[in-house]
Nanobody, 114 residues
Framework: QVQFVESGGGLVQPGGSLRLSCAAS????????MGWYRQAPGKQREFVAR???????YYADFVQGRFTISRDNAKNTMYLQLNSLKPEDTAVYYC????????WGQGTQVTVSS
């Protein structure tokens, strides 16, 4: 059973930055395509970004160059650098494989507010 633990969220002002981390409990991490997803209050969970096992990346349109996804296979960890944050980025951020194949973790809350 693969588990994901997200961390790094917090309260930040508009225009600020955060770096999210996703630790995966599998030695096969390097072989798995991974993704970040988010769920805002009252909305469905949505795709944010993905990174393949060969580090190819793809982003949702709303990212507009503000976020960067990366991975460190030696640490079984994926990252999401969030820059130029907007209030509409407020959500719980989750990681999972891409496409999603495993149970969801607890997520990490990102709140963008002045």
């Amino acid at each position: 059973q693969v588990q994901f633990v997200e961390s790094g969220g917090g309260l930040v002002q508009p225009g600020g930055s955060l770096r999210l981390s996703c630790a995966a409990s599998t030695s096969r991490f390097r072989l798995v395509g991974m993704g970040w997803y988010r769920q805002a209050p009252g909305k469905q969970r949505e795709f944010v970004a993905r990174i393949s096992s060969t580090a190819s990346t793809y982003y949702a349109d709303f990212v507009q160059g503000r976020f960067t996804i990366s991975r460190d296979n030696a640490k079984n960890t994926m990252y999401l650098q969030l820059n130029s944050l907007k209030p509409e980025d407020t959500a719980v951020y989750y990681c999972n494989s891409y496409p999603t194949s495993y149970s969801w973790g607890q997520g990490t809350q990102v709140t963008v507010s002045s």
